[in-house]
């Protein structure tokens, strides 16, 4: 592309923008998806792109034109192991489903090569924050670097399932998870709103779990949150927030009902009993924090409303704003980030 033509790839990427957030009604989401460069945080092209329709294969793009990233496909970051920069559809429902706003504190795990955390840093502003969180060093790295317009938004290399992370207002993991990471539950503040991804057993030879729940947690209080399952999703596995017993529980459960009935977190003590408790987890005593381990915490997705668990606190579906669930919304290729 020569420089003639830069404000011909601004009229596409806006285009672009409008057309991945069209349903949402949300003109900050809209502006910052046409704002942000793509290309600026991938590798020179041509492009391996993968979409509904391609998965799993890769399709190259027909040479290095920018314009070509401006579609809702994911693109590849490393195709061998089947990373890619995500569909930008899927990231924009997350991130409205977030609400997201100026001046707070997002924590994203697993920000892979920083693209959607140039949009966050979009979103919450000179005066938010967007902290990082990226396993991979040479990763990492290049966020970094390309995320330097970006001074409200801090990359670092390390693993979210074990390292202390600062308190925040939101949070997104982005990878599957048997259980929530412990530094996680920890750093959300009270009001706070999460996603993470559930995911139970990945077969052997596969890159990323078949069928992950992606659910939206919103904190009521230290030991409660309600819970709502938003869509299906594939993912990477979460290295130190999985559990092979658990990942079991996970697929039985997911077999009766694919996730839809869950409606809280409970982090609290309490006895397994089946006929509410679609998850549940006595947590790990003794803290371990190396390989696939259970969490600290106790915790138990339940079928239960938050209310009914917590007489005390407000109705959990107050503000929020949460489509129904669809189970047949699958997104069965690649690693949405």
Known sequence: MIADDAAALARIRAFFAEEVTFSLNNHPLTEAFATVKREAFLAKGPWLTQNRHSAPQYVA??????????????VAIDATGFINSGGPG?????????????????????SGCGYYAAILGELVGAGGKVICVEVDPERAAQAGRALAPWPQVRQWCGNGATEPLEPCDVLIAGAGVTHPPSPALEAL????????????????????????????AHRMSAHSFAVRPLCHASYLPFVGA???????LIDAAMAQDGGATIASLRLDSH???????????????????????LAAHPFCLSRLAGGQLHQDQPDPGVGLKLPPFNQLNVLPYGHPR
Do not use: Q
């Open 90 to 110: 899927f990231n924009a429902f997350i991130f409205d489903m977030l609400e997201v706003k100026p001046g707070e504190t997002v924590i994203y795990l697993g």
């Open 242 to 248: 999985r559990d092979p017993a658990l990942a079991e």
């Open 61 to 74: 793009t027909p040479d290095a034109n920018p314009r070509h990233l401006y579609h809702d496909h994911h």
């Open 189 to 216: 503040k009270v009001g706070g709103r999460m996603v993470f991804p559930l995911m139970g057993t990945i077969g052997e030879g596969e890159h990323y779990g078949t069928v992950a729940a992606m659910l939206h």
């Open 271 to 293: 006895p397994h009993d089946p006929s509410s408790c679609w998850l549940h987890s006595d947590g790990d005593p003794a803290g371990r924090s190396s390989g696939d381990s």
